[in-house]
């Protein structure tokens, strides 16, 4: 079993739409929570993080963390050309290493 | 910029060659990582160093030899790599070896083994 599952997409939403990125994880201890954002050929920079259950809210973007569902989310609001990106999810593990999802590919569509 | 650099950018090397990569950050860090990526798989995080010490191994083959001399620098020496080692190795740093620290990434080195 994955230790982080993502939808690889290709996710397609039109600008100005919400974006909803979903990631679920193996292991029920993990702690942190983690979004990057990958260019096309650029490395992965953070966006978010999360680490208790409930929503976290900065600027356009919002993560939800849900521990019983072993689940956690990112919308992006307003969504933008510019979002369209590889969103990278990373979970904490027990072993204080963390975890990457494949990633799930976003397009905006202008 | 994220104050992570790495050199070569692009590197394509044959199986029987000895190359390394180097890595460098600039933000005052303790920690600093390897990772490699693949097309269609995870981000794998390959080395740790914690203040100038490998803390971490993940089950890398001994192909992949790193060397951290200062909390400053990283390398990875390559030799006798696989074709299945093309991929894009990623360099990262964080201010401590704890996982809440944000870690900071270069923009990586696209290696091509023929």
């Known amino acids: 079993q994955k230790e982080v599952e993502q939808n690889s997409g290709p996710l397609s939403v039109p600008e100005g739409a919400i974006a909803s990125l979903n990631c679920t994880y193996s292991?029920?201890?993990?702690?942190?929570f983690f979004w990057y954002r990958q260019y096309s050929g650029k490395s992965p920079e953070l966006i978010m993080f999360i680490y208790s259950n409930g929503d976290k809210e900065d600027g356009r973007f919002t993560a939800q963390l849900n521990k019983a569902s072993q689940y956690v989310s990112l919308l992006i609001r307003d969504s933008q050309p510019s979002d369209s990106a590889t969103y990278l999810c990373a979970v904490q593990t027990g072993a204080n290493n963390l975890f990457f999802g494949t990633g799930t590919r976003l397009t905006v569509i202008p | 910029e994220t104050g992570v650099t790495q050199t070569p950018r692009h590197l394509v090397m044959g199986m029987t060659n000895k190359k390394s990569l180097k890595c460098e950050q600039h933000?005052?860090?303790?920690?600093m990582y390897w990772y490699k990526q693949s097309a269609k798989k995870p981000l794998e995080l390959m080395f740790v160093?914690?203040?100038?010490?490998?803390?971490e191994n993940n089950s890398v083959p001994s192909r992949f030899s790193p060397e951290c001399p200062n909390s400053s620098h990283l390398f990875l020496h390559l030799h006798t790599l696989q074709p299945e080692d093309s991929a894009l190795y990623l360099c990262a740093s964080s201010q401590d070896r704890i996982v809440e620290e944000t870690q900071y990434f270069g923009p990586g080195t696209r290696l091509l083994v023929l």
């Open positions: 292991d029920r201890g993990s702690q942190s």
């Open positions: 160093y914690n203040f100038k010490e490998q803390t």
């Open positions: 933000l005052g860090h303790n920690a």
